[in-house]
């Protein structure tokens, strides 16, 4: 599986921004999937994450009610809308798949990572 992330950008604080991640190579629709960030110097950091069928979603507490992450199995995509932007949200972001992970918010725990997105947000 080979995971494709896709629509970041620079915005003004308080702005949006939509991220998607695409798969081929397989389908996804059993895979949790989440969203990771890394900024300069800092480890990289969990955002939200769907399971499979996308009745269930977590989410950092930093960015609860203002990102939402959905899925759309027919299509093998994932995204994340980010609203009410802050300058603390600027990072590489990274779309992440596994299978049967029991903690959504390690890293490690996914099997398939895309490349990344540049996500700046100016104050």
């Known amino acids: 599986v080979q995971l494709q992330a896709s629509g970041g950008g620079l915005v003004q604080a308080g702005g949006s921004l939509r991220l998607c991640c695409t798969a081929s190579g397989g389908t996804v629709s059993t895979y949790v999937m989440g969203w990771f960030r890394q900024a300069p110097g800092n480890e990289r950091e969990f955002v939200a994450a769907i399971s499979g069928s996308g009745d269930f979603t977590a989410y950092r507490n930093s960015v609860k009610g203002r990102f939402t992450i959905s899925r759309d199995n027919a299509k093998n995509t994932m995204c994340l809308q980010m609203t009410s932007l802050k300058p603390e949200d600027t990072a590489v972001y990274y779309c992440?798949?596994?299978?049967?992970?029991?903690?959504?918010?390690?890293?490690?725990?996914?099997?398939?990572w895309g490349q990344g997105t540049l996500v700046t947000v100016s104050s």
């Open positions: 992440a798949a596994g299978r049967g992970i029991t903690n959504w918010s390690l890293p490690s725990l996914y099997d398939y």
